[in-house]
């Protein structure tokens, strides 16, 4: 018999005090939040300056609702519109779990733009540092993730050191493809954005940031999907792919076609 790990039974809540229940998954969102709040407030007057401190710690109400907004609105169209359709109250219920990065993504950007214009800030500029934050709450958030034993990975190799057992995944060993994905789209992609954030020539170049994240996002995000579980409700879609994938193809060209531009500029 080969060795197997057992998924470690967490509780999928922090503290409870009567009905509220604060739990992982929401912990790491306002764990992210908070620390890319801190760290932003500092790059954005790192030269060249793109705001004020002030400006950055009023920009967090606006990323907390296109986080929030934009991740809900992204699973209910992207995953599952029928479902949604057929019951629109649900799209309220948060609590259920649903999000999505890609909407997420979607709706930070809006909020940058709308923010930006309303205070004549550089909307790429700003938008590079909040890029270099982002991996902080990718990261966590698959932890939170792996805690809740959820979106699990493929079928493992039972000979595969890590290979895990999930509880609600039947008894085949499978890949924690949750920690994959938190060392790939979280420290991994954290380490470069922060590293290339260090020299101000890059800095300089509006945009550049940006793409760069969308480009490494996308990567890791491909790669990923290959050790992760397809949804049951979708399945594999065009040749074989995930919606995850699809989702990335996009955004690859969208980082692609900004580091080009931005090395074209000044």
């Known amino acids: 018999m080969i060795p197997v790990l057992m998924f470690p039974q967490f509780d999928p809540v922090v503290v409870a005090l009567g009905p509220l229940a604060i739990r992982w998954y929401a912990l790491a969102y306002i764990a992210a939040l908070v620390l890319g709040w801190r ?22 109400t606006w990323a907390t609702l ?12 992207f995953y599952q519109p029928a479902a949604f359709l057929a019951a629109p109250w649900r799209i309220l219920a948060v609590w259920e779990g649903g999000m999505s990065f890609h909407g997420g993504m979607l709706g930070v950007a809006l909020a940058i733009i709308l923010y930006c214009r309303q205070l004549g800030l550089p909307v790429l500029g700003f938008a590079d540092r909040i890029a270099v934050a982002a991996p902080i709450g990718l990261g966590l958030g698959r932890v939170a993730n792996f805690i809740n034993g959820e ?8 000979s595969l050191p890590w290979a895990m057992i999930f509880p609600n995944a039947g008894p085949a060993p ?32 509006f945009g550049l940031l940006t793409g760069i994240f969308l480009c490494g996002y996308a990567v890791a995000r491909i790669i990923g999907e290959f050790f992760r579980q397809p949804d049951a409700f979708l399945g594999f879609l065009f040749a074989g792919a995930t919606m995850g994938q699809l989702l990335s193809v996009p ?3 969208a980082g692609l076609g900004m580091i080009a531009w931005s090395r074209r500029r000044a």
């Open 66 to 77: 296109g986080v929030v907004l934009g991740g809900r609105a992204g699973y209910v169209l």
């Open 251 to 253: 955004m690859l060209l």
């Open 174 to 205: 499978r890949h924690p493809s949750q920690i994959y994905q938190a060392l790939m789209e979280g420290l991994i992609l954290f380490i470069l954005m922060f590293a290339l954030s260090r020299s101000e020539r890059i800095r300089a170049r």
């Open 151 to 158: 979106l699990w990975g493929r079928e493992a190799d039972p």
């Open 39 to 60: 760290l932003v407030r500092i790059w954005v007057e790192m030269t060249p300056a793109v705001a004020t401190r002030l400006q950055a710690d009023d920009f967090l």
